[in-house]
Each structure stands twice: as structure tokens, then as C-alpha cells.
Nanobody, 118 residues
Framework: EVQLVESGGGLVQAGGSLRLSCAASGFSFDEHVMGWFRQAPGKEREGVSSISSSDGRVYYADSVQGRFTISSDNAKNTVYLQMNSLKPGDTAVYYC???????????WGQGTQVTVSS
């Protein structure tokens, strides 16, 4: 059974930091692209950052470039999202996803809420 379990969300003041974790199981972690997406109330889901577990290539959305850092630990089948200099606009439910390509994410976690207060 495929599982993606996010953790690390919470309430933080603007300018603060959070680290999200996503523990994966049930598939070949090192053969997938792992991504973080977010969805704010009334808005469409957007891609935040992705990383190739096989070669470490990364992608960041312009809105988070320079503030967020994605990393993965293949030994632990876990992907992380370090979020610094958080803004109220970063408030959303953050989802972890896994896919065989940069635009094909087949597996999704349940999401973790991130709330940034001003």
C-alpha cells in the first residue's frame, strides 16, 4: 500500500520558519520525483517545489525561490521542505506527492496545514 504522510505544519508568525516532512512507503522512492504542492482557500492547487530522488535535480516555484529548500533522504524514504521567511501568502494546505515524471504525480498525501499570521 502506497502511503505519503506529511508532518510539520502549524501556525507561525510572518518571517518565521517551518520544516515539513513527508514519509513515503509502498513504492520505489528512489525512482520517483517527489513534490510539494499547496492549496489555499478559494485558489487552485499550485506546485511549490520538486526533487528527483534519483539525481537530485530540483524545481522551485518563483514565489518560493530563495526562501524554501527541498531535500530528500533516500535511506529514510523521506522528503523535506524547509520554509524560511514565511509570509501570510504562504498559508495553505501543503501536500506531498510522488510521480514518475516532473508533471505526472500519481500518489498524494493527505496534506498538512500551514498558517502564517501577520
Amino acid at each position: 500500500e502506497v502511503q505519503l504522510v506529511e508532518s510539520g505544519g502549524g501556525l507561525v508568525q510572518a518571517g518565521g520558519s517551518l520544516r515539513l516532512s513527508c514519509a513515503a512507503s509502498g513504492f520505489s522512492f528512489d525512482e520517483h520525483v517527489m513534490g510539494w504542492f499547496r492549496q489555499a482557500p478559494g485558489k487552485e492547487r499550485e506546485g511549490v517545489s520538486s526533487i528527483s530522488s534519483s539525481d537530485g535535480r530540483v524545481y522551485y516555484a518563483d514565489s518560493v525561490q530563495g526562501r524554501f529548500t527541498i531535500s530528500s533522504d533516500n535511506a529514510k524514504n523521506t522528503v523535506y521542505l524547509q520554509m524560511n521567511s514565511l509570509k501570510p501568502g504562504d498559508t495553505a494546505v501543503y501536500y506531498c506527492a510522488a510521480g514518475t515524471g516532473w508533471h505526472e504525480f500519481e500518489y498524494w498525501g493527505q496534506g498538512t496545514q500551514v498558517t502564517v499570521s501577520s
